[in-house]
């Protein structure tokens, strides 16, 4: 989708401004034609020289010293895209408030293509409410926010507030264009673990952050999909994602139930509870009443009963959790629920599964074919899943 659209390429003043020549040449590889923004800060980072000689035309620095009378806005009328990478916490404020005081925001303010910011700077930066307020406002007028990553930050610290990954700013400019190689596909995920009730205020849950779930529903949104999210963490999730807010397995059961005839693929990554309280007590269990005896009974089995009336043409994707015997077991469920692949994890080793911000996992087909994916970034498993899922639905086409 990138081939032969003009992307006006804006470059403002962080340490990450380097890795924006990376995503001036995956654009220009993709056949897009490239007019570099550079902001006058920005130059203290990268050169004009550089992106002058990599993208499609000389780069831009100022709204006086271009050849074109008014450089704004033949850059803006004529954009398919304007894509800002990195976005410095100025350059964010400054187009939230419509402060025109620089060619790359009066560009962005002269633009009806559709805007992707990709913010990066340090964590204390990233989490000022002034910062999160401005970045809220943005995305509610429409623009899509490439969210910063966790990860090693300028001077040796760590934390949220890294520039995403060239190749994922450029896949997020493929979809917004309507491009990426999941497009035409409807996948559903779910993500996040269940709360059972005991009483209105009480209830049996897991330890699952739904961060894989969310990572997947991000990944294959940035592909191009048409994503639907049955989540029941409340984190964010990318935009262009619908997303089905939901607690018990229950809810998740009837959510998923509602939409999997239309999906072609369905990931399961949601911890789901296995057993939930057989009665829920009206008011809250009062303490003095002694210790309550809990009465579990089966949830249902949300990823068997997909199993069991799975389409043609679906490809079905269970998630397994185990602390022993994980590819065995794994194995066995992806037989036992007519899976095509089962993402099995050893959530008891260092730096896997819930909570964390990494997993590593063994992607188990039902033909028996394993594939490790080593500790990595959760975004990263995500991408190994969905090419896995691909690389299945190309072999079923064959
Ligand atoms: C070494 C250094 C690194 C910086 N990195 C960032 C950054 O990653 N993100 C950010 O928002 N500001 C960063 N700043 C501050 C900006 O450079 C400063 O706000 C500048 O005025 C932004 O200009 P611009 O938005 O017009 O490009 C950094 C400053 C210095 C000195």
């Known amino acids: 989708m990138l081939r032969g659209r003009r992307v006006v390429l804006g470059v403002s003043g962080g340490i990450a401004a380097y890795k924006a020549i990376e995503v001036c040449r995956r654009l220009v590889d993709a056949g897009a034609f490239v007019s570099p923004v550079l902001t006058p800060d920005s130059l203290h980072f990268v050169t004009t020289q550089t992106f002058s000689a990599l993208a499609s035309e000389p780069a831009r620095t100022s709204l006086w010293d271009s050849p074109e009378p008014s450089p704004h806005t033949a850059l803006g009328q004529r954009a398919d895209l304007v894509v800002v990478a990195p976005a410095t916490a100025r350059v964010l404020a400054a187009y939230a408030m419509g402060m025109s005081d620089d060619l790359l925001v009066a560009t962005l303010l002269a633009t009806r293509a559709p805007v992707i910011v990709c913010p990066a700077m340090h964590t204390e930066m990233w989490e000022q409410p002034a910062v999160q307020a401005n970045v809220a406002l943005l995305r509610e007028r429409g623009v899509t926010v490439v969210d910063p990553v966790a990860g090693m930050l300028a001077g040796g610290d760590v934390g949220v507030g890294r520039l995403a990954e060239p190749a994922d700013i450029v896949a997020a400019c493929d979809r917004v264009l309507g491009g990426g190689d999941l497009a035409g596909l409807r996948v559903l ?75 072609d693929v369905i990931v399961m990554a949601a911890a789901v509870a296995d057993f939930r309280p057989k009665a829920v007590a009206d008011d809250k269990l009062k303490k003095g009443d002694g210790v ?14 997909l199993g069991a009336r799975k389409r043609p043409g679906q490809t079905l994707v269970g998630f397994a959790a185990e602390t022993s015997d994980v590819v065995a077991n794994a194995a066995e469920k992806v037989r036992r629920k007519n899976l095509d692949l089962i993402v099995a994890n050893d959530v008891s080793a260092p730096g896997v599964g819930f909570e964390h911000d990494t997993n590593a996992v063994v992607l188990l087909r039902e033909d028996g074919s394993r594939e490790d994916v080593p500790l990595a970034d959760k975004r990263a498993v995500a991408r190994a899943v969905l090419d896995a899922v691909l690389d299945l639905r190309s072999q079923a086409t064959r």
Do not use: C, W
């Open 292 to 305: 309550p005896e809990v009465v579990l009974e089966p949830t249902p089995d949300i990823l068997a009963g």
């Open 189 to 263: 995920v779910t993500a996040g673990g269940t709360r059972e009730p005991i009483d209105p205020v009480r209830y049996i849950g897991n330890r699952s952050s739904g961060k894989q779930g969310h990572a997947l529903a991000d990944e294959a949104a940035a592909r191009g999909a048409e994503v639907t999210l049955v989540t029941s963490a409340g984190r964010p999730a990318a935009p262009g994602v619908e997303v089905v807010s939901v607690e018990t397995a229950a809810q998740m059961e009837a959510a998923v139930a509602a939409r999997s005839d239309d999906a």
